[in-house]
């Protein structure tokens, strides 16, 4: 028998290694295992990390190339140096990954190099090494979910971990689902020179964004140039030399057609990732859709062992994943730890980006909730003016009666940076009038969603 420790945590992605630092910062024994060659997960290695990074470099290339001129700046001739940009999007991930390292150094949190199986309660196998704990945390994270007639390569047809790597900008790239990676890396790419086309099998695209929002997110990204084909589903691909050849039919039936494509980027959603763990040896519960079960303390079913981030119910998103691997040490350490689930952003990292928070309106009509809603567009906002970023606009919904903040929607300008202000609102229980009266530099972006909690009330300023 190996070392023991009081917390052992599985997968070290933003769920996992954020909860072994916090169960270390209260003085646990912790160790965190990790099969893949560098800490981070998901997130650091393949998601957030990278596809952030080629997101700026892609903007910074169609800046140049496209708005500079509009600011009095001549550039010349513009090239791509793809494998440069490459290279920086790794040296990124490095040294996000090195930091997750020194900070388990730092906190003396042990990495268990290797697959780790749950092979009873707590005891955890890595490297046919047994160690005792007395708390086990699944966080083994999500992957890709596959698609029936689509067969991966990583190539040709590709998850976003290959749509992150690729050597050459395609002719064509179709993307097989309108979420929020297919869209972020679908922009990607077009902004680098491919024709970029998203089939969407639902007639919206970001399925539960607010619709009003994502009608003009569809608009905007049509007008830089994105194809869509919406209420259509992918039902063959068949591979050549020369590319890849879908079938496509309509949602609801009807004739196929053939569409091609150089590059095909399957992006239909994430499912949970619990292979070779031992959940069933162990006796921890899955729900319909695979995830394991937990209650409202992130405890599975089998005592000792609790389960956080994407491999459980709820939004599958880095944020969530760490608050609730905080939430989980502390429920371990006998503290009180929580998550409020209706205070975490969203958002979609294309530009103009996309925030949300709470809920949408269609959200407040299914459940009856009496409602105000403030609207103010980045047209009139004197930063985005200067910026040259005037598409989209803020959205504040509140009740009715208390005026206090349900949802707040964004599609602008650093949307992403936007929403944190109404994140506190909701976190704090303020009302719109609260936003409203709250002052706001000038001139900055924010004063949109100021001037949105004012128009909750019918007295914008500045429209
Ligand atoms: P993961 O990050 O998936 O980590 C799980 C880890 O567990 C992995 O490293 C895996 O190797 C390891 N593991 C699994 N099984 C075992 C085992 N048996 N033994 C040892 N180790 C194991 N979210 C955002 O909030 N913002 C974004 O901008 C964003 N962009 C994304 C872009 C892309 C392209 C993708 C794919 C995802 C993106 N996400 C984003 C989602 C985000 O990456 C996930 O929500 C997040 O990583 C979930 O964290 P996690 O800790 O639950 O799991």
Redesign the pocket.
């Known amino acids: 028998m190996s070392e023991s420790f009081d917390v052992i945590v ?9 909860c072994a630092i916090r169960a270390a910062q209260l003085g646990m024994k912790v160790a965190c ?4 060659a560098t ?10 990390i ?3 990074a080629l997101l700026q470099s892609s903007e910074n290339f169609e800046e140049i190339s496209h708005s500079f001129a509009e600011h009095g700046i001549n550039v010349g001739q513009v090239s791509l140096d793809l494998g440069r940009m490459q290279a920086r999007k790794g040296e990124v991930v490095a040294a996000n990954v090195k930091g997750v390292e020194f900070l388990f150094k730092k906190n003396k949190v042990t990495w268990l190099k ?4 749950i092979t009873a309660p707590g005891k955890v196998e ?1 490297e046919g090494q047994t160690y005792e704990t007395k708390n086990i945390v699944i ?6 979910a596959p698609l029936r007639g689509v067969e991966v390569d990583e190539k040709q047809i590709v ?3 290959g ?2 790597e690729l050597e050459k900008v395609p002719g064509h790239l179709v993307v097989i689902g309108g979420g ?2 297919g869209l ?2 679908g922009s990607v790419w077009r902004r680098l020179g491919a024709e970029v086309t998203v089939i969407e099998f639902l007639d919206r695209l970001v399925p539960g964004m607010d619709n009003e929002i994502g009608k003009q997110f569809e608009r905007v990204l049509g007008k830089q140039g994105m194809k869509f084909k919406l209420k259509s589903k992918v039902t063959a691909a068949e591979k050549s030399a020369d590319g890849v050849t879908l079938t496509v039919e309509p949602a609801a039936g009807g004739e196929a057609e053939q569409i091609k494509a150089d590059v095909v980027l399957l992006a239909i959603g ?1 499912r949970p ?5 031992g959940v069933a040896d162990a006796g921890v519960e899955l729900d319909e859709r695979g995830r394991v079960k937990v209650d409202g303390q992130f405890r599975t079913n089998v005592p000792g062992i609790y389960a ?4 459980i119910a709820g ?8 608050e ?2 905080v939430a989980a040490a502390e429920i371990i350490a006998g503290q009180h730890g929580h998550v409020n689930y209706a205070a975490i952003p ?2 979609v ?1 294309t530009w103009p980006e996309v925030a949300t928070v709470g809920e949408t309106e269609e959200q407040l009509k299914e459940r009856g909730q009496a409602y105000t809603v403030g609207k103010f567009p980045f047209t009139a906002n004197g930063r985005a003016r200067a910026m040259g970023s005037t598409d989209g606009f803020v959205k504040i919904l509140a009740d009715k009666q208390t005026d206090r903040v349900l949802g707040a929607h964004i599609l602008g300008p650093d949307a992403g940076t936007l929403i944190a202000e109404m994140v506190m609102a909701i976190e704090f229980g303020a009302s719109a009038e609260d936003v409203a009266r709250t002052c706001h530099a000038h001139p900055s972006l924010n004063e949109a969603v100021k001037e949105a909690a004012l128009a909750a009330d019918g007295r914008a300023l500045h429209i």
Request: hydrophobic share 35%.
């Open positions: 599985i997968g070290a992605g933003p769920g996992g290694y954020v295992v990790e099969k893949r800490l981070g997960g998901t997130c650091l290695n393949v998601g957030c990278p596809s952030k290797g697959a780790g199986k890595v966080a083994t994270g999500s992957d890709s998850t976003s971990t749509g992150l929020v990676i972020e890396l994430r990732y619990v292979e070779g763990l956080i981030g994407d491999v939004p599958m998103l880095a944020h969530k994943a760490e609730e691997g969203g958002v990292y």
